[in-house]
C-alpha cells in the first residue's frame, strides 16, 4: 500500500536562482551510471560540503530557474539519493519539474520566493503541506502559498515515481 504525502519536514540548504543541472552534477562525473557514487559530486562547485553534511529529509530552496540546462535525469536521481525530502523554488526548468515528479522526488513552486528571495534562509527548518498547499518556516512562523500539486503528480510521490506506480497499476488488472 502506497504512502499519502501530507507534510515534508526538513532544514534547508539554500541555493540561489539560475541552478543549472550541471550545478548538482557536472557532466565531467558522468562517466559512471551508479547513482551512488555520484552523489559525492552534488553541488560540488556551490556548495563542496553539500554531500558530505546533507541529511536525510533536507530540502532545497532556490530562487527561480531551478535546474536549467540538460535535461541531465542524473540530477534530480542524485538528490533523491542523497534523501532530499523536497526542492522548493520560485520556479523549475519543465523538465527537471517532470523529472523530479517522475522518480518521486517532490518539485516544489512557491511564487513568494520570487518576491522575497530571503523569506526562507539557510539552514530554516521547514514545513510543506501538500494538502493545504501551503509552505511554514518554523523559525518565522510564518506561512507561504505553494502551487498545488496536481492529483496525478501526487500519486506519482506516494508510489515513489512513475514507474512504481505503472507496475503497482499492471499489477492490479
Not at 41 to 56: I, T, W
Not at 90 to 105: D, E, M, P, Q, Y
Amino acid at each position: 500500500m502506497p504512502k499519502q504525502i501530507s507534510f515534508i519536514t526538513g532544514k534547508v540548504w539554500r541555493f540561489g536562482s539560475d541552478i543549472s543541472t550541471d550545478d548538482i552534477i557536472s557532466g565531467v562525473h558522468l562517466s559512471t551510471i551508479e547513482i551512488t557514487k555520484l552523489t559525492t559530486y552534488a553541488f560540488q562547485h556551490l556548495r563542496p560540503e553539500f554531500a558530505e553534511k546533507v541529511q536525510v529529509g533536507d530540502i532545497i530552496v532556490s530562487g527561480e530557474h531551478f535546474g536549467i540546462g540538460s535535461s541531465r535525469e542524473e540530477a534530480p536521481a542524485i538528490l533523491k539519493q542523497l534523501g532530499i525530502g523536497a526542492v522548493v523554488a520560485a520556479s523549475f526548468a519543465r523538465i527537471f519539474f517532470r523529472n523530479s515528479f517522475n522518480i518521486g522526488l517532490p518539485a516544489i513552486e512557491c511564487s513568494e520566493l520570487k518576491k522575497d528571495p530571503e523569506i526562507i534562509r539557510d539552514g530554516d527548518l521547514i514545513e510543506i503541506d501538500l494538502q493545504e498547499s501551503i509552505l511554514i518556516n518554523q523559525g518565522t512562523k510564518r506561512s507561504y502559498k505553494i502551487a498545488k500539486i496536481p492529483p496525478f503528480l501526487l500519486a506519482y510521490l506516494e508510489a515513489g515515481g512513475a514507474i512504481p506506480l505503472l507496475k503497482k497499476r499492471l499489477k492490479a488488472r
